[in-house]
């Protein structure tokens, strides 16, 4: 079927040369067996990676070796299987401490998700640091994962939650920094690219804000790490959150990390198995980060599968998995500009934004559009995309979502585009 997207090429509606973006597209198409199925009897257009990738078949294979071959508990078992399971689990933690420039593998917590990362922080940092009166501030574009843990840890602890705002074109208002230079801001937590506006946040400038300010930091990097590089040395920042499904790793896996002598400070998020050096019946003492905050058997399958999957991202080169995003937004901006009713959301320059749109078409419900081309075999999203206050800032309940990864092709932009041209003359809107 990744055929009959091929041959689309010629006929699309927009003609701008796109051949690097056809190149990477169709080059990595085979990898990935779903991208092969018909839905509804048509090519299937998975236009949904903000939410999860789809997985090539390396880190589906990399998962199978491992149950078909080293199956086993991590740094328990004295037997070859098990020290092979814990290598493999442990070279995984360095593979992602390599992928973000972290200093020590030492830095990385294998977590289930960014949603379980960002709540780590607010459990072991924030219960311990923010006091009544303090200031903990985030944005008014943060998904509900990089929010509702600072609405429970102000209320726990009687601090204030404050909010940069974002400007028409989906920019955070700088400015807004000012009101906070003499105030207690404890932490700044913010999303480096929203999942809706698609911006992409200045997060070296953001981090410089905060460390004026005497605030640690908390980046949520879900809608980033798997789009870009990303040096967490450079950034700076003290913690970042990502997720491994969301970069064609296995769901249940995710990462974060934190700057070591903060990690080292920090009391456990959860405790029980494997996170204790030793315990009686009265009390215990810590393992050594960063099995300290890695309580109970962990997701040693999720570990590989992210490994692999990371090995496959890198091969490619972070780089051109940029390029090649940044090229197919420029493709969809242009190509929903050019249609009447449609309003698209966030910053107009694709360089300012991650691979995602988020739009509404004048006259029909995004869950309608969704269930629309649902029948045209194209998966998009369509809701609040767990972010309500955020569309509430729009003005708006919902919108409809199209988010693009290495496997997308511009004909896939094209056959979206004609499908909502067909809803439009459908509904005579
Ligand atoms: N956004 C989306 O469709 P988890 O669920 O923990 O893997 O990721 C949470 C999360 C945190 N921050 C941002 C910016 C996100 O986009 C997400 C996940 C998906 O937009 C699912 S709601």
Same mark, same amino acid.
């Given at each position: ?9 010629n ?43 789809q ?10 070796? &491992? ?37 020590s ?20 940092? %924030?219960?311990n ?122 769901? %249940? ?58 090995? &496959?991202?890198?091969?490619? %080169?972070m780089?051109?998995?940029?390029r ?20 698209? &959301? ?26 629309f ?18 569309h ?37 809107i």
């Open positions: 079927m990744a055929e009959n997207l091929k041959v689309l090429k006929e699309s509606v927009l003609q701008i040369e796109m051949d690097e973006v056809f190149e990477l597209g169709n080059r990595i198409r085979e990898d990935f067996p779903i991208l092969k199925r018909l839905v509804k009897g048509k090519p299937f257009v998975y236009l949904d990676s903000a939410a999860t990738t997985k090539p078949i390396q880190v589906i294979e990399a998962i199978k070796n &491992y149950y078909e071959t080293f199956n086993a508990n991590v740094h328990r078992g004295i037997y070859s299987i098990a020290e092979e399971a814990t290598a493999a689990y442990e070279e995984a933690r360095e593979k992602v401490a390599r992928f973000i420039n972290a200093r593998p030492r830095e990385i917590i294998f977590t289930r998700n960014a949603t379980e990362a960002i709540n780590l922080v607010m459990h072991s940092w %924030g219960q640091n923010v006091q009544r009166g303090d200031v903990i501030l985030t944005t008014e574009m943060e998904h509900h994962s990089n929010l509702l843990p600072w609405q429970i840890l102000s209320k726990l602890k009687g601090a204030s939650l404050e909010f940069i705002g974002f400007d028409k074109e989906g920019f955070l208002k700088l400015e807004e920094f000012d009101k906070y230079k003499n105030k207690s801001v404890k932490l700044f937590a913010f999303t480096f690219a929203s999942n809706v506006l698609g911006t992409i946040n200045p997060v070296r400038e953001l981090v410089k804000y905060a460390k004026e300010m005497g605030a640690i930091t908390v980046v949520d990097a879900a809608q980033a790490a798997p789009h870009m590089p990303i040096d967490v040395q450079q950034v700076d920042c003290d913690f970042l959150a990502f997720s491994g499904h969301k970069m064609l790793g296995p769901m %249940g896996i995710g990462i974060l990390y934190g700057k070591e002598r903060l990690l080292e400070e920090m009391e456990p998020f959860m405790v029980g198995g494997e996170m204790v050096k030793s315990a009686d019946f009265r009390g215990s003492e810590w393992n050594d980060i960063p099995w300290k905050f890695e309580a109970g058997t962990p997701n040693v399958e999720g570990a590989i599968g992210l490994a692999a999957a990371i090995d &496959y991202l890198q091969r490619i %080169g780089d051109a998995v940029r090649h995003e940044v090229k197919l937004t420029e493709y969809a901006l242009d190509v929903l500009a050019r249609m009447d009713g449609i309003t698209y &959301y966030g910053p107009s320059s694709p360089e300012q934004r991650c691979g995602l749109v988020s739009f509404n078409l004048k006259g029909i419900h995004p869950h309608d559009i969704a269930m081309l649902d029948n045209e075999g194209i998966a998009i999203r369509a809701g609040h995309h767990c972010a309500m206050p955020l509430n800032r729009l003005g708006i309940a919902a919108s409809a979502r199209a988010s693009f990864y290495i496997y997308n092709i511009p004909s896939e932009i094209d056959l979206l585009a004609m499908s909502l041209e067909k809803i439009k003359k459908m509904l005579e």
